[in-house]
Nanobody
Framework: QVHLVESGGGLVQAGDSLRLSCVVS????????LAWFRQAPGKEREFVAA????????DYAGSVKGRFTVFKDAAQSTVCLQMNSLKPEDTAVYYC????WGLGGTTPDFYDEWGQGTQVTVSS
């Protein structure tokens, strides 16, 4: 069973950048499709970005496309989310998710493993 630990959240101002990291352990990193979701208070968990296993094809929610970038550091068994031009509406708890042989699902029920989340707060 794979274990996911997110880090990098914090309080920033609108327009700032932030990089989230998720360390993946307990499994073969290269075999997992990985994704980032977020959940704001009172809202459902929503898809942010995904990256497939092996080919590394990426997919993004329309609200973050052009501002966020998801990438993998295989040497560190880490998936990162680089967030630029942050907006107050990006405020949420951000979760890392994993699916063995995953090919880029965009719904929470596609993923089997989840991290504990990291809080991102963007002030206006």
């Amino acid at each position: 069973q794979v274990h996911l630990v997110e880090s990098g959240g914090g309080l920033v101002q609108a327009g700032d950048s932030l990089r989230l990291s998720c360390v993946v352990s307990g499994g073969t990193f290269a075999t997992y499709g990985l994704a980032w979701f977020r959940q704001a208070p009172g809202k459902e968990r929503e898809f942010v970005a995904a990256i497939t296993w092996y080919t590394g094809v990426t997919d993004y929610a329309g609200s973050v496309k052009g501002r966020f970038t998801v990438f993998k550091d295989a040497a560190q068994s880490t998936v990162c989310l680089q967030m630029n031009s942050l907006k107050p509406e990006d405020t949420a708890v951000y979760y890392c998710a994993a699916k063995l042989w995953g090919l880029g699902g965009t719904t929470p029920d596609f993923y089997d493993e989840w991290g504990q989340g990291t809080q991102v707060t963007v002030s206006s």
